[in-house]
Each structure stands twice: as structure tokens, then as C-alpha cells.
């Protein structure tokens, strides 16, 4: 029997999303100016990798504010500006850079001001029969021990990689029945194990769900996303149980307006 097919693909879903990142990466040797930042910026927009700003920490080290598109997968983003930087500036510096390199996911707020906000959303949606609001709680995750300000590493990189995504009911339908928010519960859980995703919290409400998670840099933000509505809907006997839209957001220990 074949595999059931996805109902949310990127094709038929509009995402709205918030991608923000930090690359820290160093230098072999001071390069001693960024003139070469306008012509990277330029170059790396091809590659749908933004550089939103950029400083020297120190004169072996340039940190990068950059967005990305819901289809680029975290891991482009050194690629693509060291590659690119490294053939602008290929006849000064032969082999400008280290190996290695620091990412991390910053948001519009900080992660505990994002985790207080899934963690008061049934109070925000409070359900008028007291029976049903008891119930809602029960549906909640948290889980405490993970700790999404801690990096994480690969073989290159340190790295923080949260990414907070919201689906919304099909048509906004209120859904309090024990057995479906059973369902999504479950479903979450044993999605974010398989992937191996670090999950921290997830809001289950009657008309829509939060997620915040720690993924992995070999995963786009749209395939982790669109993979958990698929399973959800799987769970719920393959029904699309939501809109074909979704939100994607990254976050972090900073927000914008502490980088900028």
C-alpha cells in the first residue's frame, strides 16, 4: 500500500514568516575594512540569504544580521557568505577564514518572553463552560528540562536553532473534544521524538496550536513545519484539519533590538 499523500505541501500553503539569524565567523588574518559588504550583500540575495547588517567584533571576527526565505535550510547561510565573501576578496586572502562558525536564531522577542506567551494562551482563549477549560489544560506541553538557550554543535558549528510555528484551525472551527485534542497531544510528542526535535512547549487550542522547538541545521523551517501539520492531520485520519497557512519564526536568548 502506498504512503498516504502530504494534504499541506509548499505548493498549496502560504507561509508568513520571521527568519532572522547571527553569524559569527573569523577571520585568519585582519582583514582590516568591509568594503567588500555591499558587493556580498548583493551577491548572497541570490541565494534568498539577506545580510540585514554586519560588524567586526573584534579584527578577526565579523558577526552578520541576516534573514532567509521558509525554504533555505540554515546551513546555507555560512556556505553562501563565506563562499561568496571568500571569492571577492580571493586574491588578498587565499584562505581567509576558520572552518569553524557560530549561528544562532534570533526573533522580534526574547525566548522567555515567547515561552511566557504559549504558556498563558488557554488563559488568553478561555473557554466559558469551566468543564471544557480544565480539560484544555490538560492537553498542554511543557517540558521543563529542555533548555533552548543552550547551544547545540555539529562538526563546524556552534548553533542555536529555535523556531516557533503556528497552525490555525480550517475555518477557525472550535475543536474541545477529548479524543481529537488526545490525538494532536500524542502526535506532537511522538512527531518531535522521531525527528528528534527538542520540544519545549506546545499550546493546543480549540482553534489553533503553537509549537516552539530546537531543530536541527540540516532542516529547512518550512519542512519542519509543514511536517508537523501533516502528522497532526494524520492523526486526526488524514482530514485537513487546518488552513493552508502557517507561520514560521525564529527565536533566541536576543531579539532584534538588542542586535540592532
Known amino acids: 500500500m502506498p504512503p498516504p ?67 533555505i535550510v540554515p546551513t546555507l547561510i555560512p556556505a553562501r557568505i563565506k563562499g561568496r565573501l571568500q571569492h571577492l576578496i580571493r586574491e588578498r586572502f587565499p584562505k581567509a577564514f576558520q572552518r569553524n562558525y557560530l549561528l544562532r536564531s534570533i526573533g522580534s522577542t526574547r525566548g522567555d518572553k515567547l515561552d511566557a506567551y504559549l504558556a498563558s494562551q488557554p488563559e488568553r482563549h ?63 510528542l511522538k512527531a518531535s521524538t522521531m525527528k528528534r526535535h527538542l520540544l519545549s512547549r506546545a499550546a493546543i487550542l480549540p482553534d489553533h496550536v503553537h509549537l516552539t522547538l530546537g531543530c536541527s541545521l540540516g532542516e529547512t523551517p518550512l519542512e519542519v513545519g509543514l511536517s508537523y501539520m501533516n502528522n497532526l492531520a494524520w492523526a486526526c485520519g488524514m482530514k485537513r484539519v487546518f488552513q493552508r497557512s502557517l507561520f514560521l519564526g525564529t527565536f533566541g536568548e536576543y531579539d532584534l533590538g538588542a542586535i540592532r
Open 5 to 71: 499523500q502530504p494534504i499541506y505541501t509548499s505548493d498549496n500553503c502560504r507561509v508568513a514568516y520571521q527568519l532572522n539569524w547571527g553569524l559569527t565567523t573569523n577571520w585568519r588574518q585582519p582583514p582590516g575594512t568591509d568594503q567588500w559588504l555591499d558587493e556580498l550583500t548583493s551577491a548572497t540575495e541570490q541565494d534568498h540569504v539577506r545580510i540585514l547588517k554586519h560588524r567586526f567584533a573584534n579584527p578577526t571576527t565579523s558577526q552578520f544580521l541576516v534573514s532567509t526565505q521558509p525554504q
Open 126 to 188: 478561555r473557554m466559558a463552560d469551566p468543564r471544557v477549560q480544565t480539560r484544555l489544560q490538560r492537553y498542554q506541553i511543557h517540558n521543563p528540562q529542555v533548555d533552548l538557550s543552550a547551544a547545540r554543535f555539529s562538526e563546524h558549528a556552534k548553533y542555536w536553532y529555535n523556531l516557533h510555528v503556528v497552525f490555525v484551525n480550517e475555518d477557525r472551527l472550535m475543536e474541545v473534544r477529548d479524543e481529537v485534542l488526545s490525538s494532536l497531544r500524542e502526535m506532537v
